[in-house]
């Protein structure tokens, strides 16, 4: 079964910039969709971006459109997000997982749809 690796995560004032970036070896991430999720303490893990697998089609959360962007870079067959902007309330662990080929806007955020897993990168942003 895929396993993901996430990284790029750290601490950063409101209003910074962090990219974290998604791997796994072994695996074609580009023949998946893919998606970005996190979690808070005490809360739910929550979707919060998603690329279809070719790319053609993305999707954000709204408390995140216009500041975060997902992509995939197919050389290094890493995701990527690229978040911009960042708020107190963007803290929490974030982790990529593997969806099915397809994924639709009325299907793209349900966490069940996704595997793979990993172990997820802190992000703190400090007021």
């Known amino acids: 079964q895929v396993r993901m690796t996430e990284s790029g995560g750290g601490s950063v004032q409101a209003g910074g910039s962090l990219r974290l970036s998604c791997a796994a070896s072994g695996y074609n991430l580009g023949s998946f969709s893919m998606g970005w999720f996190r979690q808070a303490p005490g809360k739910e893990r929550e979707a919060v971006a998603a690329i279809r697998s070719g790319g053609a089609f993305t999707y954000y959360a709204d408390s995140v459109k216009g500041r975060f962007t997902i992509s995939q870079d197919n050389a290094k067959n890493t995701l990527d997000l690229q978040m911009n902007s960042l708020k107190p309330e963007d803290a929490g662990i974030y982790y990529c997982?593997?969806?099915?080929?397809?994924?639709?806007?009325?299907?793209?955020?349900?966490?069940?749809?996704?595997?793979?897993w990993g172990q997820g990168t802190q992000v703190t942003v400090s007021s």
């Open positions: 997982a593997a969806g099915p080929t397809y994924i639709y806007p009325l299907n793209w955020s349900k966490t069940t749809l996704y595997n793979g």
